[in-house]
């Protein structure tokens, strides 16, 4: 079975958390979307969208969605003050020059040193690679957010990835359902559990070599 949405917004909310003061931040399609709900506005972060908004605020509220107003992946948002509006070059231009300070991102497989798969799987059709090796390559830290195994329960924190890489040694962190690791010096170390899930549980559905170095057990 897939992902419930309290449990991908128990993931976007943890994400949050890594998100600080002033910060020019892009979030990828699909969990880290959910990611802009959950920052404070205090924080005078500036959300970025490769379709070229830099401002772009949380989900707006039901009924008062604009049709000319969304994210890269199409779905509605809302603007914030100052918020700026600019072609797709533009907006690459500011991926390419390394000015964002965060991506968050999914992905289809991670491998313990940070090599990331996320844009395409052999045999089925896409419109294209899009912002992810762009993003994944530039952004000064990156963090991928993702459900830790198939719907078989076959991992996907492996110790070699099996689809074509996006990125080698792009992933600063992987957040999923079960977990929060951080990936220093090409291992990868558990350093949080998240709420309903054990120590052992992670280590069993996780395939790369994990070292434990807990600072947390989850959020609330």
Request: a neutral charge.
């Amino acid at each position: 079975m897939g992902m419930g949405a309290e449990t991908r917004r128990l993931i976007a909310k943890r994400a949050a958390q890594e998100v600080t003061y002033g910060m020019m931040v892009n979030l990828g399609i699909g969990i880290p979307t959910l990611v802009a709900d959950f920052i404070p506005p205090a924080l005078d972060v500036m959300l970025h969208t490769e379709n070229g908004i830099l401002g772009m605020g949380g989900s707006p509220a039901p009924g008062k969605e604009d049709g000319n107003l969304s994210n890269a992946g199409g779905y509605p948002v809302s603007i914030n003050t100052g918020a700026s509006f600019f072609d797709s070059a533009e907006a690459f231009g500011m991926v390419r020059r390394g000015h964002l300070d965060l991506t968050i991102l999914g992905a289809l497989e991670v491998n313990g040193r940070g090599d990331i798969a996320n844009w395409i799987v052999p045999g089925k059709r896409v419109p294209g690679m899009g912002g992810a090796i762009d993003l994944a390559q530039k952004a000064k830290k990156v963090i991928v957010l993702m459900s830790h195994t198939t719907k078989e329960g076959i991992p996907k924190i492996l110790k070699e990835c099996s689809l074509p890489l996006t990125v080698k040694e792009g992933a600063h962190m992987i957040i999923t359902e079960r977990a929060v690791m951080r990936i220093k010096n090409g291992e990868l170390f558990l350093i949080e559990v998240m709420p309903g899930f054990s120590i052992e549980d992670v280590i069993n559905s996780t395939e790369a070599k994990l070292n434990i170095e807990l600072v947390g057990r989850g959020t609330s």
